[in-house]
């Protein structure tokens, strides 16, 4: 059985959840104290490992409604399961009134048992109580007319026995009812017929038999709907809930663990709970190892401890194949200590569970406990329910931990998160909003909709991942801001198209936000073993930042690029940056076009001595007291180039970026003859 659906009420702070669909992996993102744990905790009641219990009113049921509204009857689950073609084959043959039934439903009330497992679009019985009337109302006149032609006895017992089918099979109208009245009723009936010797005519004698086996029929679908919901209620999967992380010591005093159990064991706690789990896992006696400690038996012990070390690390390697951890027990006195080492890590020692970080402690918490809820085996009847998974891990490891859930466990898996890292952005059907409203309360979207501290996680993920679609790929060309990426593409694409030299196909360019981000960026790239070329500005800041790239080790000195190397003479090329490229007239009319209603008329003089054009106008706009942003030409040039390109492609300007792009290329081409190498 596949959950698709589950709808919590009269629960905390739900009183309605609204239908919350359900697919292999399910995100409820929402805010905190949004209720999203009270969802996880109100579903895993439905079946968690250690069986259903009575619910409390008291702490359970919503606070600001009266507990007078809370009684045994009170609904706090409602499922919806889809079953296989083999699951419906074998519910139709045991229940055949169910035949093409696909989906199930299963709840929970207050009270623990029984669940109330239903069957979506179940046949009706074909019963009608009018149709039943008329059968009776054409045999009656008959069975009367027969009744006289007997003696006065005999008469008297046929008439009674007709009048008492008439009423036994028009008394109720519930059809099981029905059925236990009407079946006893038919069969005195037949007897009394025998006993007067009456025969009743064909058709009369037909309507009596169709009666005889419709109420039988209905008295076999009672059995039959039981047992199938026996069958359902049997298959339902256990919910394992996994929250922070459970509390999990890593030096243990079995003696005290021993004796707090002894004296009352739903006194224990939540350590000593998941001390129980482990050693389950471990195939470990608590009481055992104490005997042999008071025994002095330490060969014994070592030897069992060293099994255990053995099961729980293959245990864990099984589960998560992407991380060798490896487990040793190791018993001191009346305590033992649990050792956790690393081989992957960069230094491969063993660390006491207590001393490790939160989020290996998640990790192993969570395997420890979905190993022991599911009594070990493949799970496949387990449904996951992780509340805030990774919270504690770096933001990379809790991407790498959302591939594992999705990739790596054949289980239904519902998690609840507000970190974008965990957001399915590839998946986006898989994410349920969890709202909250003081009228209301706790509520689900199956369609990302709330407030914006709920969509957060939601907006930040797609930010991010639409950021590393847009301007990061394996072969990266950065630039230092958003007009060179603008300039640089669009001119690229010009040149293509008129089979002239351009950019490689298959490099992105990607701008770092400013110079004095360049550094940060390649940095980044680099350290994902990405290709990367950095084209500059030619002047002291951006000679600077070459420099640091360098000496840093971030990259190789023949990867950086100079504007300048797009000139004819590059050798006595000044300070310049990518609008030097373009022909001086060409950007001079861009400049008096997209600041035409500053200007109004008023002449700018530019500073011929000033090397960089960008310089020149910044200079001349503060002397007539205006702000120049170069963005404004830029963003004029790309309408140009797409519209009337020959405006902007003078011979001068289509040579420079021939030139440069050139460059970049022959480097590009070096870079990918390289051996990959963790140093560009």
Known sequence: MQLRSFQITNYRSIN????????????????????????????????????????????????????????????????????????????????????????????????????????????????????????????????????????????????????????AVTAALEVTKWASGAAPA?????????????????????????????????????????????????????????????????????????????ANPSKLTDADRNFEKMCKVADLSPEQLHKLNADNDHETRNQLTNRSSAIVTSEIRRLWKDRLLKVRFSPDGNHIDTFISDPNSVYDVEVNLNERSRGLKWFFSFYITFSADTKGGSAEKAILLLDEPGLFLHALSQGDLLRHLSSDFSNQIIYTTHSPFMVPTKNLDAIRTVNIDQDSGTTVSNNPTGDSRTLFPIQ???????????????????????????????????????????????????????????SYMVALLSSENLRVLVLLDNEKNARSTKAELVKEKLIREDNVVFVTEGFPDTANASEADIEDLLDPAVYEALVQESYKKELAGRSIAPNASIPRIVKRYEEAFEDLGLEFHKTRPARLLLSKMAGKPQTIMTPTTLENFVRLFERISQLHAKDVARAAEPFR
């Open 460 to 518: 930040a993920a797609l930010g991010f991942t639409i950021s590393q679609s847009l301007f990061v790929g394996h072969n990266n060309l950065i630039v230092e801001g958003v007009t060179d990426f603008w300039i640089l593409t669009c001119i690229s694409d010009y040149l293509i198209d008129l089979k002239k030299p351009g950019l490689p196909p298959e490099m992105t360019v990607t701008p770092a936000g400013g110079a004095p981000k360049v």
């Open 16 to 167: 309605d959840s609204g239908e919350i669909k359900i697919g292999k992996i399910t995100s409820l993102v929402g805010r905190n104290e949004s209720g999203k744990s009270n969802l996880l905790l109100a579903l895993q009641t439905l079946n968690p490992p250690g069986g259903r219990q009575a619910l409390s009113p008291i702490k359970n049921f919503p606070r600001h409604r009266r507990l007078a509204e809370c009684t045994d009857d009170t609904p706090v689950v409602t499922t919806v399961w889809e079953l296989d073609k083999r699951e419906q084959e074998e519910l139709a043959a045991m229940f055949p009134r169910a035949g093409g039934v696909s989906h199930v439903t299963i709840g929970r009330h207050y009270k623990a048992k029984p669940l109330c497992v239903g069957f979506v679009d179940l046949k009706p019985i074909q019963f009608s109580i009018d149709d039943v009337q008329a059968r009776i109302r054409k045999v009656r006149p008959v069975v009367e007319a027969a009744a006289e032609t007997l003696e006065a006895e005999p008469q008297a017992q046929t008439k009674t026995a007709i009048e008492e089918l008439a009423a």
């Open 186 to 262: 038919l069969a005195n009936f037949r007897k009394t017929l025998a006993a007067t010797t009456i025969n009743l005519p064909d058709r009369e004698d037909g309507l009596i038999a169709e009666l005889e086996e419709l109420a039988a029929q209905i008295g076999k679908d009672g059995p039959a709907w039981q047992a199938a919901r026996d069958w359902v209620a049997e298959r339902l999967p256990i919910f394992v809930y996994l929250d922070d992380y459970p509390e999990l010591t890593g030096h243990q005093d079995i003696a005290e663990y021993i004796g707090r159990k002894s």
